[in-house]
């Protein structure tokens, strides 16, 4: 094990749970924020891999302020630092724009962009102590292009690449390197559950002609936090095989 702690929000979901393997593969003390209660099959899985496991709702800020001092709390009896947030945990509620309800936008808006923001927030006060950090939000390829039925999750997608780059200007001079990675369409749960005809569509939209796996976006992550991306922040990083 090395010295480096990682925490990954929605770490039982598809993306999520790669990372973790990743980082854990590395040596890295992984902690992991999901809203899954402890009881859940994914949760209990998870437990397996040596992760330290809170049960938060990044879309409510308290408790994300709870989580994180707790943990906070934690390191100092440790003497330990964060090293890296993965602001990964994303949901969709997709409909036509004229059929969109407030719930819909709320609940989409409330935790890719709110919870991304406060869980940065959290992060950067507490990097700024230890004079570096890594930050690393997940996008999406419709933050650029939109997507019929998702005015919601583009948004929120558009919202933290905005936010990504407004954080790495402010805190890339206490040395706190802010990052997206926007995929394409990636195999998971999120994606399982599009129809046959968005599938093909997808598909023939992408130059490579694949799904990307979860261990692309695992890949990329390992890179930009292994300190060979050092020169690298405020970024949008695409990685969607070649989709436009
Ligand atoms: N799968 C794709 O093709 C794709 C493409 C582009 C971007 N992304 C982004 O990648 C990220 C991961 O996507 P995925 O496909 O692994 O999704 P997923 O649905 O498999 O996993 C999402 C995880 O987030 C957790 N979560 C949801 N709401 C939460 C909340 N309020 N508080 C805490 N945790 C919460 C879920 O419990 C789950 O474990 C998301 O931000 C998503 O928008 C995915």
Request: hydrophobic residues 40%.
């Amino acid at each position: 094990m090395n010295d480096f702690t990682s925490l990954i929000t929605g770490g039982c979901g598809g993306i999520g749970k790669s990372i973790v393997e990743k980082l854990l593969k590395r040596g890295d003390n992984v902690v992991v924020f999901d809203c899954l209660s402890v009881e859940s099959e994914q949760v209990k899985d998870l437990k397996k891999l040596d992760v330290f496991y809170f049960q938060v709702d990044i879309s409510n800020v308290e408790s994300i302020k709870n989580a994180f001092s707790k943990l906070f709390d934690f390191f100092k009896s440790q003497n330990r630092f964060l090293d890296l947030l993965v602001n990964n945990a994303g949901v969709i509620r997709d409909n036509f724009a004229i059929r969109m309800t407030e719930q819909d936008w709320d609940f989409v808006l409330d935790v890719n962009l709110k919870g991304t923001f406060f869980c940065a927030q959290q992060a950067i006060k507490h990097m700024m102590k230890n004079k570096k950090g890594y930050i690393i939000n997940l996008s999406s390829v419709v933050s650029h292009s939109g997507n019929p039925g998702q005015a919601n999750y583009a948004a929120s997608k558009a919202g933290i690449n905005a936010l990504t780059k407004t954080l790495a200007q402010e805190y890339s001079g206490r040395n706190i390197l802010i990052n997206a990675i926007a995929p394409g369409f990636i195999k998971t749960a999120m994606t399982e559950r599009l129809s046959k005809e968005i599938k093909e569509f997808a598909l023939s939209r992408i130059g490579l002609k694949r799904f990307g796996d979860p261990s692309d976006v695992a890949n990329l992550i390992e890179f930009l936090s292994s300190g060979k991306a050092d020169y690298i922040t405020g970024q949008i990083i695409d990685l969607n095989g070649g989709m436009f």
